[in-house]
């Protein structure tokens, strides 16, 4: 069995790459999937502890976490066609207007 | 069961009037505006009438209750409205010269801008004026004193374009305010000590006290603040240099409110508080005196002046002096007499004056006009009447009432009377001086008034020329008035009963035993020494017939000197001016008062209000205190502002800051 503190070791390890790439990377779809990274960093999480605690409400709180990073891809990525339209860059540093 | 006399109906009527023709009264006619006007002031007037033909058959004090005011624990101020003798002969005197000058108006004021503005205000004095003697109680009392200082402010600063008028009327209110300081505290202390400003309780509270003897006391507090007050409204040394600057308002105006109501308010107001007053000898002491210097002080002031009005103004602040005089005396129906009197000729004499004005197209310097006899008969002979009137030249109707306060004054104390004696020659000669300056000799002025020189006046329309009806129709009836308004009141010895002094006697008669009306209380007031060593019987007969002869003389010398001065030898008033030299100068310039307030407390007041008020705690820290907030919040908000960049990996780094530090103290929380 392997201990729990190895998976939240590994759990926090991922969840800094996302915070690191989403915060040094300058492309829009690098940074998307940090956010992934972290969101997964936090599932592993999730189903360690629920396999400690024999619980199954931590691994149906991954499944949520499952479809909303679904539908927030989706969505996401339909924002990031619409800024490449109009403004034909994907850098974060040239899209800092709310309005052009 | 006390009838309902309906007694509210009096003020009120004026006020419907001021306000429907104060917001409306733009879009009317002239006609509109002026009958409007008339129709409510000859409302109250009827109104007032018929209350006086039912006045008999009242039992009196009479008191009608509108509406519960202020209830406070024990205090109680209601709208209520309190008839007696002495609120009658003001309401009659208030509502009937009242009625007569706004007809006068009407002619006067013709061809004046802002008609419907004039007749409001005349209107909305005529409302407080009547709230202030129909008042039961000192607060409501003090509503109507306040509105008609506020009516007289708007009606001397009428022509507010020109900028004397404007600063006369700021003049007016701002001196007013320091007596209605003293009349306020005044109040408080009545609440204090006899918990009730009702005119009824009061004097039950104040009845039973005796008179306060050697020095200071309450009673005498009350009455030396309720002194200042009247002293402030009514014009008497030292708050008395408004009311000449108050000429600059329209003519009628100086009759109504300067010379026949609002001025008397404060011999009303201490008429009404005689209980108080009767009971605090110091302060009757103070009232006579002041009185007494008013008189004398203003008198040799109007025999300089040149103005028309203003000689009138100080006729009226000396006459105000001889109603204090007599009310410093206790001979308060005396005073009340005199009041009613002068509001006649005094009211003629005004109206006579803007006639003359009129008639001259809007020349006011005496020395501009002579010879008018004969252009304008009504004018002149009604102002005879007048002149005859307050010069106190039997049986005109100021001889009466002016001979009566100096008998009783001489009862009191010799003193008072040589100076009121005096004062009495000084006032004949100044107004014969008046008479013979306008009416005799040759015109002076210009031949044909150019219409410039009129201009705030706008009475420029050709040659001297009679004023219209409506304005002569009121002066005949003050003429009737100022002749016979004196017989109600002729006194035992020239074999009459003095039917004016019984029919205020239940006002003025004293409750306490011991305190007996009429001369006796009067001797108390007097300053020991000078009366206790010859107690003048009350029907001193020949003594006051004596003392009548003496002022009648008195008054027959000021006519000789006048005549020799002004009218037989017109060069010799500026050699005696010549000769007098400083004295003179002195006194044209009014004593040098107004100059000597300005540098005693205008402009040190002034000064420091700069300095400290508006330098130093207005910028320094009002001003600095919000500046340097806002400049801080400024600043701060600067700074911050450069976090909203747009920039998102910026954000992200805040966001992930902020996470961290949440990390570090749920941390620090949990292993603590």
């Known amino acids: 069995m392997v201990p729990i503190s190895y998976y939240l070791i590994l759990s926090g390890i991922l969840f800094a790459c996302g915070v690191t790439g989403f915060l040094i990377k300058r492309n829009i779809i690098s940074i998307f999937m940090s956010i992934e990274l972290m969101l997964n960093g936090v599932n592993l999480s999730f189903v360690a502890f629920a396999a400690q605690w024999h619980a199954l409400s931590g691994q149906v709180f991954v499944f949520f976490v499952m479809v909303v990073a679904a539908a927030e891809a989706a969505v996401g990525l339909a924002i990031i066609i619409s800024v490449y339209r109009t403004r034909e860059t994907l850098n974060v540093d040239q899209v800092d207007l709310l309005k052009l | 069961m006390t009838p309902d006399l309906h007694l509210w109906l009096i003020p009120v009527l004026p006020l419907v009037g001021a306000v429907i023709n104060g917001l409306f009264g733009k879009k009317f006619s002239q006609q509109t505006i002026a009958g409007l006007a008339l129709l409510f002031s000859g409302a109250a007037f009827a109104v007032v009438l018929s209350v006086a033909f039912r006045f008999s058959a009242l039992a009196t004090p009479h008191t009608e209750t509108l509406a519960t005011w202020i209830r406070a624990g024990s205090f109680q101020a209601d709208f209520a409205f309190y008839l007696d003798h002495l609120s009658l ?39 407080f004026m009547l709230t202030l003697v129909l008042a039961s109680n000192y607060l409501l009392m003090f509503i109507g004193w306040e509105g008609v200082g506020l009516a007289s402010y708007l009606l001397i600063g009428f022509w507010f374009t020109k900028d004397t008028a404007a600063a006369a009327g700021k003049k007016a ?80 105006v100086s009759a109504l409110i300067h010379a026949a109501t609002m001025v008397t308010a404060g011999v009303y107001m201490v008429s009404r508080s005689h209980l108080i007053f009767e009971r605090a000898p110091t302060a009757l002491t103070v009232v006579a005196i002041v009185g007494t210097l008013t008189a004398l002080f203003a008198a040799t002031i109007g025999v300089t002046q ?26 308060f129906s005396a005073a009340i007499f005199h009041l009613m009197t002068h509001a006649f000729f005094k009211g003629l004499l005004f109206l006579a004056a803007g006639s003359v004005i009129h008639a001259v197209s809007g020349e006011q310097d005496m020395r501009q006009m002579g010879g ?7 004018t002149f002979w009604t102002m005879t009447v007048g002149t005859f009137a307050i010069a106190g030249i039997p049986p005109f109707a100021g001889f009466f009432s002016k001979d009566e306060i100096l008998w009783r004054a001489y009862q009191a104390s010799w003193v008072y009377w040589a100076i009121g004696l005096f004062t009495a020659l000084l006032t004949s000669f100044y107004m014969f001086r008046l008479w013979f300056l306008t009416f005799f000799g040759v015109y002076r002025g210009a031949a044909e008034a150019s219409d410039e020189d009129a201009a705030p006046h706008g009475h420029g329309h050709g040659g001297i020329h009679e004023s219209p009806m409506v304005m002569v129709i009121p002066l005949v009836v003050l003429a009737v008035l100022s002749v016979t308004g004196g017989w109600i009141g002729v006194p035992a010895s020239l074999g009459g009963s003095n039917r004016f002094g019984k029919f205020l006697g239940p006002t003025f008669e004293s409750t306490t035993p011991g305190l007996k009306a009429g001369p006796g209380a009067a001797s108390q007031v007097a300053p020991p020494g000078k009366e206790s060593e010859q107690p003048e019987p009350q029907t001193g007969g020949a003594s006051e017939v004596a003392l009548t002869g003496i002022s009648v003389s008195a008054a027959l010398i000021g006519f000789g000197l006048a005549w020799l001065l002004y009218y037989r030898n017109p060069r010799l008033p500026q050699q005696i001016a010549s000769r007098l030299g400083g004295f003179y100068r002195a006194v044209v310039n009014k004593y040098y008062v107004d100059e000597l307030y300005a540098a005693l407390f205008v402009k040190p007041l002034i000064a420091g209000s700069a300095l400290i008020l508006w330098h130093g705690i207005d910028q320094d820290v009002i001003d600095a205190t919000l500046d340097n907030s806002a400049h ?12 909203q960049s747009g920039n998102l990996r910026s954000y992200a780094g805040w966001v992930a800051a902020g996470a961290a530090l949440v990390i570090v103290y749920m941390v620090w929380v949990g292993t603590r």
């Not at chain 2, 009659?92 to 004039?118: A, C, D, N, Q």
């Not at chain 2, 009005?309 to 005396?329: D, E, H, N, P």
């Open chain 2, 89 to 127: 002969v003001m309401l009659l005197v208030v509502t009937g010269v009242g009625f007569l000058i706004h007809i006068y108006s009407v002619g006067y004021m013709g061809e004046e801008g802002g008609f419907y503005r004039f007749f409001a205000y005349l209107n909305l004095f005529m409302f």
């Open chain 2, 632 to 643: 801080g919040a400024n600043e701060v908000s600067d700074s911050i502002r450069h976090m």
């Open chain 2, 372 to 378: 008018l006899r004969t252009k304008i008969p009504w």
């Open chain 2, 306 to 331: 040149t103005d028309i009005k203003k000689v009138l103004a100080y006729s009226t602040v000396s006459q105000l002096g001889y109603m204090f005089i007599a009310c410093g005396v206790g001979a």
């Open chain 2, 173 to 252: 209110f701002i001196v007013n305010r320091i007596g209605d300081f003293g009349f306020l505290i005044a109040l408080f202390l009545l609440i204090k000590h006899f918990g009730s400003l009702n005119f009824e309780q009061v004097a039950q509270r104040v009845s039973p006290l005796n008179p306060e003897t050697g020095g200071a006391g309450l009673l005498t507090a009350i009455g030396l603040l309720l002194m200042v007050g009247a002293a402030g409204k009514s014009a008497q040394i030292p708050l008395y240099v408004w009311l000449p600057d108050a000429m600059e308002g329209p003519t009628p």
